[in-house]
């Protein structure tokens, strides 16, 4: 084991000696979703956050189900995830210090221009899902425990439908990310559950269009929370808090509110203060 | 057919616009590639003209796991290494998870099979050649181990870059043990991952055809370097 040990330190000690500006620098990790990434909001707000405070804020972007799990396991400082329930849970296990809201988003379900469920334009997403599951329309699910797939999975529940009893028919599990599934979902010219904001930012859309939005169900609450230093004691909680404290600051929240993806505000902040 | 030439316009946009984040995605990538070649050379060479001119119990057994290990899905060699360095793992403590030398532990993992079981078979057909040769100036295991690998060394060149064409090319271990996270673990093929994921294919094509240029090129540089070692070197 200790062979072991001296070997990593060495590979270690080698990959510092690589790139010994990258070692210097503050940073935090933050584990957070696809969404917030690929939306490109990370993009727009971490670079406002770093000049402020100098610290360097490393994304690591996964479903939430990952995102959290990474924080369990005491490789984040902080996690920044859309699942209240889940979430709730994370902090109630003592992984999470405290949630704060943060913004919101909703989400869409997004189909082919056909429409075979004749359901465009509506705004009843779950008479939409009944819809859809009578039509037997194919159905492109993220099937992967993200956020989305959460919520999605909710709704079917309050529509009284069992999605599984299509399962390798019309509905379809893709266990990857929303833009793969989006992707997939776009090649079949299927229905898909996704946010908004990974929608607008998503460019292979083929045949795809936004076909249900607007419903309060469609709500998308994301929360931030720092990962209990009592439980790892290795958490930069002074700079994790920091980011925290920050995200949910007038000055944060502004930088949220700000990105834009041409007319289209994709997050709306919503921390109370 | 639209979108393959809008793949290789973006490729060229890519090259001739040359910005800095590209350039320091391909320097990383190369950086982590080559670096576990580099590492994975010294483990897997030694182990393979071990395996060549020892005969030992289990042997053949040793061989068949080897070359079996060249199989190794990235993904589940990034699984792995990210347990074993993840703070909650056994080796957490460092606090390397999500860093470039995590990415090279990973893909030293995954070459290091490849290269001891091509090394292993191209000494082993060597030294069979040799055999009588070097018994009969009554060469010892070791010097003749030596004198087999540069005998055979252009042979071990390739072998070298196969070792580097898969370190280049996977992209489900570093994408697990380095997080993909921006400026920091993200290589070429993560990016690529990513542009796809955000339904860029043109984009994403284009990075690809940028990294088989890259690859290319290398393999151009060691084939004119093994051309020039030759004529000198007969």
């Known amino acids: ?273 | 057919m639209t979108s393959l030439w809008e793949a290789f316009a973006a490729a060229w946009a890519l090259i001739a616009g040359f910005d800095a984040t590209l350039a320091q995605i391909v320097g990383l990538s190369l950086q982590v590639s080559l670096s576990a070649v580099l590492i994975a050379t010294c483990f897997g060479l030694p182990l393979g003209a071990a395996i060549a001119v020892e005969r030992f119990a289990g042997r053949q057994a040793l061989i068949v796991l080897l070359n079996a290990l060249m199989g190794l899905p990235p993904v589940v060699v990034g699984l792995l290494v990210y347990l074993l360095l993840s703070r909650a793992g056994p080796l957490g403590s460092l606090g390397i998870l999500f860093t470039p030398t995590a990415m090279v532990i990973a893909q030293t993992l995954l070459i290091v099979p490849i290269i001891a079981a091509l090394s292993r078979q191209t000494l082993e057909d060597a030294w069979r050649e040799y055999d009588e040769q070097l018994r009969s100036l009554g060469a010892r295991r070791l010097n003749a181990a030596m004198t087999l690998i540069w005998d055979t060394r252009f042979s071990l060149l390739t072998i070298l870059l196969a070792g580097f064409g898969r370190a280049a090319a996977e992209v489900g271990a570093v994408m697990i043990v380095g997080g993909n996270i921006d400026g920091v673990t993200r290589v070429m093929t993560t990016t690529i991952a990513l542009e796809t994921s955000k339904g860029d294919l043109p984009l994403a094509l284009g990075l690809g055809i940028v990294l088989i240029g890259l690859v290319l090129l290398l393999n151009t540089a060691a084939a004119l370097l093994r051309e020039l070692a030759q004529r000198r070197y007969g």
Request: no cysteine; proline share 3%.
């Open chain 1, 1 to 273: 084991m200790a062979l072991i040990r001296g070997l990593f330190l060495g590979l270690a000690l080698l990959g510092l000696a690589q790139a010994p500006a990258v070692a210097q620098q503050k940073f935090i990790t933050v584990a957070s979703t696809t969404s917030t990434e690929q939306s490109g909001l990370f993009k727009h707000m971490l670079p406002v956050f770093e000049k402020k405070t100098g610290i360097q804020v490393r994304v690591v972007a996964q479903g939430t189900g990952q995102a959290l799990d990474m924080g369990r396991r005491g490789d984040a400082d902080v996690v920044f995830v859309h699942d209240k329930v889940a979430e709730e849970k994370f902090v109630a296990d003592g992984f999470g210090v405290q949630r704060f809201e943060v913004m919101y988003n909703d989400f869409v379900l997004v189909g082919p221009k056909a429409d075979p469920a004749k359901i465009a334009g509506t705004k009843d997403i779950v008479a939409g899902y009944q819809k859809i599951a009578a039509a037997k329309a194919p159905f492109a699910s993220r099937g992967d425990k993200s956020g989305t797939h959460a919520a999605e999975l909710r709704l079917w529940r309050v529509a009284g439908i069992d999605p599984q009893t299509g399962k390798g028919g019309w509905y379809r599990e893709t266990g990857s990310g929303m833009g793969p599934t989006l992707n997939t979902a776009s090649s079949m010219n299927a229905y898909a559950f996704t946010d908004r904001g990974t929608w607008l930012s998503f460019k292979n859309r083929g045949d795809l269009v936004i076909v249900v939005e607007g419903d309060q169900q469609l709500f998308n609450q994301y929360g931030i929370m720092l990962v209990n230093p009592a439980r790892h004691t290795h958490v930069k909680k002074e700079m994790g808090q920091t980011f925290v404290d920050w995200v949910v600051s007038a000055e944060g929240q502004k930088a949220i509110a700000d990105y834009k993806i041409g007319a289209d505000q994709l997050f709306f902040p919503n921390a109370k203060r």
